[in-house]
């Protein structure tokens, strides 16, 4: 069992907006602004998307935004491509002894 | 560019170890910590724990507690991560993941993964 909980899956057709919660706990998702979501294409390394709650890293495009409020933070990609097509993870800082904490992933499906 | 590459798949016994190298390059070494993340087949992402390549100072899991065991070479900038004990649910993808942004827990590059099998 994940720490942090996804959906087990989503959906959307080309050019719509969807969105993927991540709900934790106020020691981790609500106690810190350190929420960061990556995407995994079947057979790859994970990429970072986003990174402390909202940030984008260079290179990644702005149709992917990340949120936050109280335990629950929030993946939203607007204008779905077929390229998005993935799995998708969300982690947090936790002040446990385990200092990363994993949600149990979303498959993103681009109808 | 940064970069970190992994050795090559391994395939070991039950009761065995395996060590899992991290070459990294494109930036300085000492200045970033590395993280260890598994994947089993079909599953999720596990963080199994940090190594600070300055110092060498480590901070582990604890499910892997006394098992693994994170260390690096900062001659050749690597780093290493060795299992000990195997059993078939170690069976896994294994990443090493630079630490970024401010708080250590972003991972903002990764290894291509290295595939550990453990069989009979």
């Known amino acids: 069992q994940s720490a942090l909980t996804q959906p087990a899956s989503v959906s959307g057709s080309p050019g719509q907006s969807i969105t993927i919660s991540c709900t934790g706990t106020?020691?981790?998702?609500?106690?810190?602004?350190?929420v960061s979501w990556y995407q995994q294409h079947p057979g790859k390394a994970p990429k970072l998307m986003i990174y402390?709650?909202?940030t984008r890293p260079p290179g990644v495009s702005n149709r992917f935004s990340g949120s936050k409020s109280g335990n629950t933070a929030s993946l939203t990609i607007s204008g779905l491509q077929a390229e998005d097509e993935a799995d998708y993870y969300c982690?947090?800082?936790?002040?446990?002894?385990?200092?990363?904490?994993f949600g149990g992933g979303t498959k993103l499906t681009v109808l | 560019q940064v970069q970190l590459v992994q050795s090559g798949a391994e395939v070991k016994k039950p009761g065995a170890s395996v060590k899992v190298s991290c070459k990294a390059s494109g930036y300085t070494f000492t200045r970033y910590y590395i993280h260890w993340v598994r994947q089993a087949p079909g599953q999720g992402l596990e963080w199994m724990g940090i190594i600070n390549p300055s110092g060498g100072s480590t901070s582990y899991a604890q499910k892997f507690q006394g098992r693994v065991t994170m260390t690096r070479d900062t001659s050749t900038s690597t780093v290493y991560m060795e299992l000990s004990s195997l059993r078939s649910e170690d069976t896994a993808v294994y990443y090493c993941a630079r630490s970024g942004g401010n708080s250590g827990s972003t991972l903002d590059y990764w290894g291509q993964g290295t595939l550990v099998t453990v069989s009979s």
């Open positions: 982690s947090s800082y936790t002040s446990s002894s385990t200092l990363v904490v």
């Open positions: 402390e709650v909202s």
């Open positions: 106020s020691s981790d998702v609500g106690g810190y602004n350190y």
